[in-house]
């Protein structure tokens, strides 16, 4: 079996002339790649300035401005702490085995691991621990009309907290076994995701009493800070080898997700003209997930003119909390032939099917402390089938044009059709076209048009839950990318993205309103990277985003019946400004910069008069209030300069500084993080 | 029950390990057999025909040895790791993949490395495989040769992925001679990646964004770069396991859910980036209005206030969905 296995490999690496010369002993070359250490210490600050631009808010005398903290957007993913860092890269390849090492520690909130170690092909083990921070939202709860005795309250329980943040443990292991001198694997990987920390809750603390008028006083939003510490745990048991021309994975996977902590409760009101009860609740509750996977994976070798394969999946999630319970089945098959080398055609298949359940019904006590029993609808159960066929000719070599056709059909089990109101059928067209060009010397261009179209059968519609669908009924879409050598020193990135869609027949709320809709989406990016010399270069690039629709909404009146509000707009618009720049003045020192400014604005207006803001007691309009305008300035400076003798000084730096003047979410603040690295490099 | 199925799925597990190892005692099955070889890459990959294979040695005693991407190699997986002798595998070596060279060897007899380094250049361009011209399906091959008959665990679907489509190939990603381990690292994928995918960059500096362009999550956290069977090369089958790898207390499944629409999280999100809170594709107010009327309105404030004025999620906090019922007398608004 050896033997066999050494002429395979040796007549498919080399071919029949190559074999008697193949097999160099390396005699006279004892020595291996030399063995990296790599370490470095030094210190990280951390620090941020929160704070709040309130000047709409306080301008019109909303209280609730009044002691707010604010979103730390500057640092949002920086871990807000000082501390000693260090870090270790080991290396080395001492035959047969094979080791990485590389642990960098910033602070207790922010580390990265990549640990491997193999053994010959027998045993490969690696562990990717990973520690990371996610400051989050600290929004405030406006009240827009706080001059109307009829309007709604709200509770705010977190005023003054500053720490909205969680720490995020992200910790994977792969662990992969073969047997020697046929590969037969059996592997195992998982990860455990923990995270923990603080976030704000903010939700629904009570409600009125819905009337023929409109809704009666006493809608309640309100917030308070909640604890997290979550797990999920996934395991992923494996074989995978291969027969002959064919090549099998089988596995099965696990998966649990859990909250260390006890569902939160609060003391929701209810409140109507002429009562106003008080009663606790719990909220938020965060169920006990399990899901459990099983695949197979066949395919055929990848060196023939034809190659296929095949995938069969089946998943099963339970919440253990609440018994509901999710099925998905998933096959995916796929051919490919290679008649002549210029020439490539393909097909895919993809059949998903999602089934689900849950106890017929629900008991609870409501606001009024009365006993309710409630039938639940079980889940959406829908089947998606997708047809691929893609065709890939060379024009020239290293110049290729790619036509694809996807067929996409969802159909919506009828029942879940009609209690969720769905379409019952929804048919999906897609037409591609891609040219990429890597020939012509000094241009690189990427060229795609695409066109998609949607078609819906609503099918039989209920009285309570009429078919909704807003899926745009053409799509045109087409992007653009060049990359052209102007000189030697001077290149240029251009890429430009245009998407547009158009429907005249969107189901709004009421399954017998149409609605029409025109979406525009707009990405241009261009950079030029110029080096001016071997020691120095520099890559300024402009980006622009836009986000444009014009679209008909439908708003219930206070008897029920529907309008539609024709033409209710929105844009928003980005840019991004970004500077990189690379030196290298000395032989010791290297330096790279990165400046990017982006700012966005947009709004949406509604047509609606009563939607207008023309209402005296608003503090904001609709425009107003709705208006997005933010400004980020992100700075970075790495540097590292070499001692001599394998010693060395780093210094990483890092500025941000976020203002959003925004009506409704207002925050801003500024971010400083500094890295200092001494570092030793030892070779053996 | 569920406990007695996942047993008789670990046994079905380990019979499969069992029969694949027994037939793997069956010499011819441990051949990676193609189906019908592509003649035209082959010759391609074949080098000059006149040529004959001379061995490393006049590589590495010549020119190369003090070469940091000689040694690296050596001691590389495909190097010595595992030679013949300890493994079965074959030891790759230069000419296993840049042809044979002989007639290199030829022209360059008597040239002086410094003084003719130029024509040193171009005698290993005529005579060794010259990658710059070849199509990206032939350069994937010369790897794909012994990664098909060595069963490579992620690459089941790389003939028919998006990538291998236009023309990227295995050493796009995998610098042959950048070290002697050729895993791309986590940290330096996201640049890796953003290289071809520029459009994707600018959307990662957007103010809602995944933690990439700070060095704290990878495009592979979500997408396989290899090509699987999941659309867009998503990690998990649908996007709603995708992202619930991190978020998977959105997961479910409730008994009150938010029809069908959680499971493509896209309807709402824009993953890589946007403009508005907690990445939605619009703000919170008209994103959700697209399809909902929401609650009754009228001329008074509580009507406008109602549905231009709020964040909807202030009060459908558990918009992705909940198994509690409302305070109301009925129970599905995923308000707790």
């Known amino acids: 079996m ?64 009044a002691g707010r903290v604010g979103s730390n957007k500057a640092s949002e993913y920086y871990a807000l702490k000082s501390s000693g860092s260090g870090g270790v890269l080991l290396t080395g390849a001492p035959a047969p085995s094979r080791y990485h090492l590389e642990f960098d520690y910033y602070n207790d909130n922010d580390w990265f691991g990549d640990l491997r170690y193999s053994y010959k092909d027998y045993l490969q083990l690696r562990l990717l621990p990973r520690r990371l921070t996610h400051n989050l939202d600290n929004l405030t709860l406006f009240d827009f009309a706080p001059t109307l005795a009829t309007t709604g309250s709200t509770d705010v329980r977190d005023r003054g907290v500053e720490d909205y943040r969680l720490r995020i443990d992200i910790d994977e292991y792969r662990l992969r076994l073969k047997t020697p001198n046929y590969p037969l694997h059996v592997y195992t990987n998982g990860e455990v995701i923990r995270k923990k920390g603080v976030r704000q809750a903010r939700f629904l603390g009570g409600d009125g009493q819905r009337g023929t008028t409109g809704i009666a006083p006493g809608q309640v939003r309100a917030s308070m800070a909640r604890e997290v510490d979550q797990e999920t745990q996934t395991m992923i048991v494996g074989t995978n080898a291969h027969l002959g021309p064919l090549e099998f994975d089988v596995s099965h ?14 003391d929701y009101r209810y409140i109507t003209a002429t009562t106003n009860t008080v009663f606790t609740r719990d909220l938020h509750a965060i169920p006990e997930l399990k899901a459990t996977s099983n695949t197979l994976k066949v395919h055929t070798s990848h060196t023939g003119r034809i190659f296929a394969s095949a995938t069969y999946s089946e998943l099963e999630k339970t919440n253990e909390s609440s018994h509901a319970e999710a099925e998905t089945s998933f096959g995916y098959g796929e051919i490919s032939w290679l008649p002549v080398a210029y020439l490539s055609i393909g097909a895919k298949v993809r059949h998903q099917k999602n089934e689900a359940s849950a106890p017929a019904t629900i008991s609870w006590i409501d606001r009024t402390n009365t006993s309710r029993t409630e039938v639940l609808r079980p889940a959406v159960e829908s089947q998606t089938d997708t047809a691929i066929i893609t065709a890939r000719y060379s024009l020239i070599p290293k110049s290729n044009l790619n036509l694809q056709y996807t067929r996409q059909v969802k159909d919506v089990e009828g029942k879940s059709a009609v209690d969720w109101g769905r379409p019952q059928k929804t048919a999906k067209d897609v037409y591609e076209l891609g040219f990429t060009n890597w020939a012509i010397p000094r241009l690189r261009a990427t060229m795609k048009l695409a066109h998609i179209s949607n078609g819906h059968d609503y099918g039989n ?40 869609e158009e429907s005249t027949d969107n189901r709004l709320v009421g399954g017998h309103v149409d609605g ?8 241009g990016m261009m950079s030029l990277n110029f080096a001016l010399n071997e020691k120095f270069s520099i890559s300024p690039s402009y980006s622009y985003m836009s986000w444009e629709q014009e679209r008909d909404i439908v708003w219930e009146t206070s008897t029920g019946s529907e309008v539609v509000d024709s033409g209710f707009t929105s844009k928003q618009e980005a840019q991004i400004l970004a500077l990189a720049l690379s030196a290298k003045p000395t032989k010791r020192l290297n330096i790279n910069a990165a400046v990017d400014f982006t700012i966005t604005e947009g709004d949406y207006n509604p047509t ?55 009506t409704d979410n207002p925050s801003g603040g500024i971010y400083y993080g500094g890295l200092f690295k001494v570092s030793k490099k030892l070779f053996y | 029950m569920k406990c007695k199925a996942n047993l008789v799925r670990l046994l079905l597990l380990l019979g499969v390990a069992a029969a ?17 070889p592509i003649k035209e890459y082959e010759k391609m990959l074949f080098g000059k ?6 061995g490393n040695e006049n590589c590495l005693k010549g020119c190369h040895t003090h070469d940091k991407l000689a040694l690296d190699f050596k001691s590389s997986t495909m190097g010595d790791q595992l030679k013949q002798s300890s493994s079965g595998m074959m030891v790759v070596d230069c000419e296993s993949c840049h042809g044979p060279a002989s007639e290199l060897m030829a022209a360059i007899e008597g040239l002086d490395l410094k003084k003719d380094a130029q024509a040193i250049l171009k005698a ?86 995944h933690p990439v362009k700070e060095g704290r999550m990878y495009c592979t956290d979500c997408h396989e770069p290899h090509g699987n069977a999941n659309a867009n090369n998503l990690r998990e089958m649908t996007q709603r396991e995708t992202c619930g790898r991190c978020h998977t207390e959105k997961t479910g499944p409730f008994l009150y859910e938010h029809a069908d629409n959680t499971e493509q999280c896209s309807s709402c999100h824009s993953p890589h980036g946007s403009i508005n809170n907690n990445m939605l594709k619009l703000p919170v107010t008209f994103l959700c209005k697209q399809c909902h009327p929401m609650h009754r309105n009228s001329s008074t404030a509580l009507g406008a206030l109602s549905q231009t004025y709020t964040r909807c999620t202030d009060c459908h906090s558990m918009v992705h969905g909940s198994d509690t019922p409302g305070l109301n007398t009925a129970g599905g608004t995923l308000t707790r």
């Open chain 1, 461 to 500: 519609a209920s009285a309570s839950y009429e078919p909704v669908s807003i899926d745009p009924e053409h799509t045109s879409q087409g992007t653009l990318g060049l990359t052209v050598l102007l000189s030697p020193r001077l290149s240029l990135f251009a890429n430009g993205f245009v998407s547009k």
């Open chain 2, 20 to 36: 694949l190892l027994i037939g793997g005692c069956v010499s011819k099955l441990k051949e990676a057999k193609p189906i019908i």
């Open chain 1, 253 to 266: 996977k696990e998966r649990k997700f859990e909250s260390d902590l006890p569902t939160p409760t609060f």
């Open chain 2, 49 to 54: 025909m006149t040529a004959d294979y001379v």
């Open chain 2, 124 to 209: 290993h361009k005529d005579n060794l495989l010259d990658y710059q011209t070849l199509p990206g399906g032939a350069k994937s091959l010369i790897c794909l040769k012994c990664h098909t008959a060595n069963a490579t665990f992620n690459i089941h679907n790389w003939n028919g992925s998006t990538h291998a489509g236009n023309d990227v190939t295995c050493s796009s990603c995998h610098p042959i001679h950048a070290g002697a381990d050729l895993i791309a690292e986590p940290r330096a994928i996201s640049t890796l990646c953003m290289g071809c995918h520029i459009g994707n960059a600018a959307q990662f500096s957007l103010p809602s964004r």
């Open chain 1, 516 to 523: 029409r809709a025109k979406v525009l989406n707009q990405q």
């Open chain 1, 608 to 662: 609606s008069p009563i939607q207008l803001g023309t209402l005296s007691f608003l503090a904001a309009s609709a425009a107003e209030f709705s208006r997005t305008d933010t400004k980020e300035w992100n700075v970075r400076l790495d540097s590292e300069y070499d001692l001599g003798r394998g010693w060395g000084l780093g210094l990483d730096l890092r500025y941000v500084d976020w203002e959003d003047t925004s």
């Open chain 1, 2 to 65: 050896k033997k066999l296995t050494l002429l395979f490999t040796t007549f498919a690496l080399l071919g029949p002339n190559g074999a008697k010369n193949c097999m160099a002993d390396y005699k006279d070359m004892a020595n291996q790649v030399s063995t990296v250490a790599n370490f470095w210490i030094g210190g990280s600050l951390n620090d941020t300035s929160s704070s709040t631009n309130n000047s709409l808010a306080e301008d019109n005398a909303l209280t609730e401005a």
